[in-house]
């Protein structure tokens, strides 16, 4: 069974999870992370050698382990840290099920490096928020995973620099749609490749937990193969006879 309590950070636990583990019914409560990644990330190997905590992106663990105790959590899941990605059979099961663990989440925190709350000078007369205009040009919105973890999750927040809760996906929706343009028109034909990622055939690969579909990930195919392949998948037969524009 590949749930595992790391012992490289104090309660609340970080939690792997596993296509295995998801078969059973004992899944304890967890929060997840959304965030952009950025230099230092904290890997497995780093929590597991020692290095983590001396590591850039540890910053992020403890705020998502702080938060999730608030939250009155006992576990939460990093993706940088809870998949094994020299494993390639683990990260490829990872990618194929992001979705639902997103989904199953009982929280999910939108950790924004770029939006800082600062005070307002006292000449701005502005009735917009001190941190609405960073928050709209915020690079995790050009990602192409934000789609599904705005959309999967049922409790999405929204985290800035200084680990300020800005608001939620409910509370934010106005924003967050005119930032978007995501819609439910959006899953019944409007394109969804809009969103940008670091490598290129992850515009197709991180639609897969969205579309409820599996399919090997071949890196190095390019973007236009995988997203043949996606939507090959997507119209085959058992999926429904459907047309979907990606």
């Given at each position: 069974?590949?749930?595992r309590?790391?012992?490289s950070?104090?309660?609340?636990f970080?939690?792997r999870?596993?296509?295995?583990?998801?078969q059973?019914?004992?899944i304890?409560e967890?929060?997840i992370?959304s965030?952009?990644?950025g230099a230092?990330?904290?890997?497995?190997?780093?929590?597991?050698?020692?290095?983590?905590k001396?590591?850039?992106?540890?910053?992020?663990l403890?705020?998502?382990?702080?938060?999730?105790?608030?939250?009155g959590?006992h576990?939460?899941?990093?993706?940088?840290?809870?998949?094994?990605?020299?494993n390639?059979t683990?990260l490829a099961?990872?990618?194929?099920?992001m979705?639902?663990?997103?989904?199953?989440?009982?929280?999910c925190?939108v950790?924004?490096s770029d939006v800082s709350i600062?005070k307002?000078k006292?000449?701005?007369?502005?009735?917009e928020?001190t941190?609405?205009?960073?928050?709209?040009?915020s690079e995790w919105?050009?990602?192409?995973?934000?789609l599904?973890?705005?959309?999967?999750?049922r409790?999405?927040?929204?985290?800035?620099?200084?680990?300020e809760?800005?608001?939620d996906?409910?509370?934010?929706?106005?924003?967050?749609?005119?930032?978007?343009?995501?819609?439910?028109?959006?899953l019944q034909?409007s394109p969804?490749?809009?969103?940008?990622?670091?490598?290129k055939?992850?515009?197709?690969?991180?639609l897969l937990?969205?579309f409820?579909v599996?399919m090997?990930?071949?890196?190095?195919?390019?973007r236009d193969?995988?997203?043949?392949?996606?939507?090959?998948e997507?119209n085959?037969?058992?999926?429904?006879?459907r047309?979907i524009?990606?």
């Amino acid at each position: 069974m590949l749930l595992r309590r790391l012992k490289s950070y104090q309660k609340p636990f970080l939690l792997r999870i596993s296509n295995l583990v998801e078969q059973c019914s004992d899944i304890p409560e967890y929060a997840i992370l959304s965030h952009r990644w950025g230099a230092e990330e904290v890997t497995l190997a780093d929590l597991t050698n020692g290095n983590g905590k001396r590591m850039a992106g540890y910053s992020k663990l403890q705020f998502c382990g702080e938060q999730a105790k608030r939250d009155g959590l006992h576990y939460f899941w990093v993706d940088t840290c809870c998949i094994d990605k020299s494993n390639s059979t683990e990260l490829a099961e990872a990618i194929n099920s992001m979705f639902r663990w997103y989904q199953k989440a009982a929280k999910c925190y939108v950790y924004l490096s770029d939006v800082s709350i600062r005070k307002r000078k006292a000449s701005d007369t502005s009735t917009e928020c001190t941190w609405e205009s960073a928050f709209r040009v915020s690079e995790w919105f050009t990602r192409g995973w934000a789609l599904q973890e705005l959309l999967a999750p049922r409790s999405v927040g929204f985290f800035s620099r200084e680990r300020e809760q800005l608001g939620d996906k409910r509370t934010l929706e106005r924003q967050v749609h005119e930032i978007t343009g995501i819609t439910v028109s959006a899953l019944q034909g409007s394109p969804l490749s809009q969103f940008g990622t670091t490598r290129k055939e992850d515009k197709a690969y991180s639609l897969l937990g969205i579309f409820d579909v599996y399919m090997p990930l071949i890196y190095g195919e390019g973007r236009d193969n995988a997203l043949n392949r996606l939507r090959e998948e997507i119209n085959k037969p058992s999926k429904g006879e459907r047309t979907i524009s990606v």
